[in-house]
């Protein structure tokens, strides 16, 4: 395939920094070179540098030179880039994402994009083209099944090391303080990472071991991503591992539970079943339930919770494990 003539690499740099210069703030031309890194557009500083004094000589961006790094913005009452680049829709999507899925990309990623989010915000804005968008926000909304927590709060920079190794492969050095409160110094490969109710668990394997440990991202004292990359282990699932209740407590044990629970507390049982082999038998008073589940701490917890509408609780295991 032919280059691309230095013309078109120049004017697609050009779009690039374009869309990325906020509004309400400034950003340096490292930022920028950051940001363009991370999502593959590798440019070298000083050409960065150079575009950025171009443009702010041709559009109506601010450039503040009272220190360096100097800093680069939209003017207040700029049009900014007479391109449509987000949509309503778009703008709408970006806003939710950037609401929900904080925790579910990696750090690189979210600051690489936060000229689209500052974009999109701006879009869905006090205007009348953003209304219809701007209104559903506030017409949505994810509602928590327990009782809501406040998240633990996680030390700067711990997020950012950890979700940038499990990005990039990386190994991960990491002071862990258990709940017992016993420090440990420990270089892991992460594997994944989930968000539990308030919680971020990364699943990883401590260096010399082959099985899976979760930790707490709270938990977490120091965490540095060494440049050094390892093999993704081909035989690791998180889907799989969420299957067999890792993170319920369990240890992937399948069993065929049976119980009766009061109708009234059981209904939603019809409407959300346990398992697709779940088995309901209707009594006078109460709903006999049998369902192929895997036992966990968590299933404990929930049949506790029903107290005395509970009762006749039988487990049988499955002879298949990882059935």
């Known amino acids: 395939m032919p280059k691309r003539s230095d013309t078109i690499e120049t004017v697609l740099l050009a779009l690039e920094l374009l869309r990325r210069i906020p509004r309400g703030r400034k950003i340096s031309a490292p930022e920028l070179h950051e940001q363009l890194s991370n999502t593959g557009h590798a440019r070298d500083l000083r050409t960065i540098q150079r575009q950025l004094e171009t443009l702010s000589e041709h559009f109506e961006i601010e450039r503040d030179e009272r220190s360096k790094p100097y800093g680069y913005r939209w003017k207040e009452r700029a049009s900014g880039l007479a391109l449509p680049v987000l949509n309503e829709q778009e703008s709408l999507m970006l806003a939710l994402a950037e609401q929900h899925l904080r925790h579910l990309l990696p750090a690189s990623l979210m600051k690489s994009m936060d000229g689209f989010f500052q974009q999109a915000r701006a879009n869905l804005g006090t205007g009348a083209a953003g209304k219809r968008g701007r209104e559903w926000l506030s017409k949505v909304r994810v509602i928590s099944t327990t009782q809501p927590l406040l998240p633990p709060k996680i030390r700067p920079g711990v997020f950012e090391a950890v979700s940038n190794a499990l990005y990039g492969n990386c190994w991960l050095d990491v002071d862990y303080k258990n709940a017992a409160g016993k420090a440990k110094a420990a270089r892991v490969m992460p594997l994944g990472l989930a968000q ?59 069993i065929r539970l049976t119980f009766r629970i009061d109708k009234d507390a059981g ?26 589940v895997v036992e966990t701490a968590q299933l404990e917890w929930w049949l506790r919770g029903f107290g005395e509408q509970v009762g006749d609780i039988r487990r049988t295991q499955c002879k298949d494990k990882q059935a």
């Open 196 to 254: 539990q109710g308030a919680r971020l668990y990364l699943v990883c394997r401590y260096e010399g071991y082959d099985n899976e440990r979760t930790l707490a991202l709270h938990r977490i004292v120091r965490a540095l991503a060494s440049p050094h990359t390892f093999d993704r282990p081909r035989e690791f699932n998180l889907e799989k591992y969420d299957a067999d209740g890792r993170f319920g407590f369990g240890e992937g044990k399948r």
């Open 267 to 292: 209904l939603h049982l019809l409407e959300s079943p346990l398992s697709a082999d779940q088995v309901v038998t209707e009594l006078d008073t109460q709903f006999e339930i049998s369902a192929t």
